[in-house]
T-cell receptor, first 114, second 121 residues
Framework: AQSVSQHNHHVILSEAASLELGCNYSYGGTVNLFWYVQYPGQHLQLLLKYFSGDPLVKGIKGFEAEFIKSKFSFNLRKPSVQWSDTAEYFCAVKVSGGYNKLIFGAGTRLAVHP | GAVVSQHPSRVICKSGTSVKIECRSLDFQATTMFWYRQFPKQSLMLMATSNEGSKATYEQGVEKDKFLINHASLTLSTLTVTSAHPEDSSFYIC?????????????????FGPGTRLTVL
């Protein structure tokens, strides 16, 4: 069965530190990849997505992610985090076929200290 | 654009009663809507996929008779938790996928509602 794993469950950083959150998926076919963010008390928002083309994807708020097909990975990065980036981050994969449902990772809770 | 609403945002009910949650796509038509459940500090678990005008497809382990889904129009899907019990207390989130690509809307993208927190006493 398809699955998504996020390696870091909790990450604590100071402002201006660099961020990288890992995401690996298990599926051998065509995938669409997403990173969502959930700020405290708010609903899920799309940070960025990869469908095809350039494997380095730039999203909102200075986030980017790189799709490495050979590693089945889609890691999220930000060179310098801010306190306002404190949130939970979810990696998700949409596999081809069927109703194109999303499979979510367990999430990574990021806390940024001023 | 691409706004999905849910109503109610919060509901508290007694054990044994039924609760209906609405999910609406406000500015686009959605052929497919998805219902998720999120436990505290955990990820979203897909419960079912709802297609307009047809029966919902439930994920393994989800009781279709307990979680009734209706997708009567291209902008509305409802989830009814029947005979709710305390273990049904959770955060229920819907998402909607646009009927076609164009402008802001990608057929491959889901737009999420704000969620409904259900507490069963």
């Amino acid at each position: 069965a398809q699955s998504v794993s996020q390696h870091n469950h909790h990450v604590i950083l100071s402002e201006a530190a660099s961020l990288e959150l890992g995401c690996n998926y298990s599926y051998g076919g065509t995938v669409n990849l997403f990173w969502y963010v959930q700020y405290p008390g708010q609903h899920l928002q799309l940070l960025l997505k990869y469908f095809s083309g350039d494997p380095l994807v730039k999203g909102i708020k200075g986030f980017e992610a790189e799709f490495i097909k050979s590693k089945f990975s889609f890691n999220l990065r930000k060179p310098s985090v801010q306190w306002s980036d404190t949130a939970e981050y979810f990696c998700a994969v949409k596999v081809s076929g069927g109703y194109n449902k999303l499979i979510f990772g367990a999430g990574t809770r990021l806390a940024v200290h001023p | 654009g691409a706004v999905v609403s849910q109503h109610p945002s919060r509901v508290i009910c007694k054990s044994g009663t039924s609760v209906k949650i609405e999910c609406r796509s406000l500015d686009f038509q959605a052929t497919t809507m998805f219902w998720y459940r999120q436990f505290p500090k955990q990820s979203l678990m897909l419960m079912a996929t709802s297609n307009e005008g047809s029966k919902a497809t439930y994920e393994q382990g989800v009781e279709k008779d307990k979680f009734l889904i209706n997708h009567a129009s291209l902008t509305l899907s409802t989830l009814t938790v029947t005979s709710a019990h305390p273990e049904d207390s959770s955060f229920y989130i819907c998402s909607a996928r646009a009927a076609a690509s164009g402008g802001l809307f990608s057929y491959n993208e889901q737009f999420f509602g704000p969620g409904t927190r259900l507490t069963v006493l």
